[in-house]
């Protein structure tokens, strides 16, 4: 139990490819995000699918080896508090002065080299993110850093984190603050199963190189 394998694929995983699970007071599987909360511990891969997984085949119990009790929502629990986990950072960037809004602001950042990386509302429209896009790829291609992008939460959560009102596009800038909530959506974004948008442009991205090598 001491080695971070992951009880349902068998497999050892740096920590941050993982979630660690306890056992509380009341016999309840206990989600420890931050890994630090006292008693004996297991490891599920950090994404939905494992972890419901694991409830479902009963592989708490074979790992704490004991009854216990898993919430019928688990899943939920774990999405619930890596999004709130994520939302907090951001707005901790935001009164750190690390954050750029708006569709205009953002492209400026993001052509500039200054983002780190771009988050989109739910409600975004396909024409403002693809011209986000456009300026993601521009900046590959000239030598800059690949900038990604996630789509993770609604205006309401994005407007409420950032202290604005109807926020769509907004620009994460690069440095300590930054890093730290990069962190944060990062492990939300792995527990979602991934980010097809982004998948999807770095994936044209490689293909334009590889077209532009073949007429060399």
């Not at 004991?66 to 950072?89: C, F, H, I, K, T």
């Not at 800038?173 to 959506?185: E, P, T, Y």
């Not at 980010?195 to 060399?216: F, I, Q, R, S, Y």
Request: hydrophobic content about 45%; overall charge neutral.
């Amino acid at each position: 139990m001491n080695d971070r394998t992951c009880i349902v694929t068998r497999k050892q995983a740096e920590p941050d490819e993982l979630i660690r699970f306890v056992v509380g007071p009341d016999s309840a599987v206990v989600p420890d995000l931050k890994r630090n909360l006292p008693g004996r511990g297991c490891w599920v891969s950090a994404d939905r699918l494992h972890v419901e997984k694991a409830a479902a085949k009963n592989l708490f119990a074979r790992a704490f080896k004991a009854q216990v009790v898993v919430p019928p929502n688990l899943g939920d629990m774990v999405d619930g508090l890596l999004s709130r986990s994520a939302l907090g950072m951001l707005g901790l960037a935001r009164k750190a002065g690390a954050i750029s809004l708006g569709a205009t602001k953002v492209e400026s950042a993001v052509r500039g080299g200054l983002a780190l990386f771009v988050l989109h509302a739910t409600e975004a429209s396909d024409d403002g993110v693809r011209k986000i896009s456009q300026a993601r790829r521009a900046t590959v291609h000239i030598g800059g850093p690949s900038i990604l992008a996630y789509k993770l939460f609604s205006e309401a959560e994005l407007s409420l984190a950032l202290g604005g009102t109807n926020v769509i596009h907004a620009a994460v800038l690069a440095g300590d603050a930054g890093k730290a909530v990069q962190k944060r959506m990062v492990a939300l974004d792995r527990y979602r199963g991934g980010t097809p948008d982004d998948l999807a442009m770095l994936a044209a991205v490689a293909d334009e190189d590889e077209a532009a090598e073949d007429m060399e």
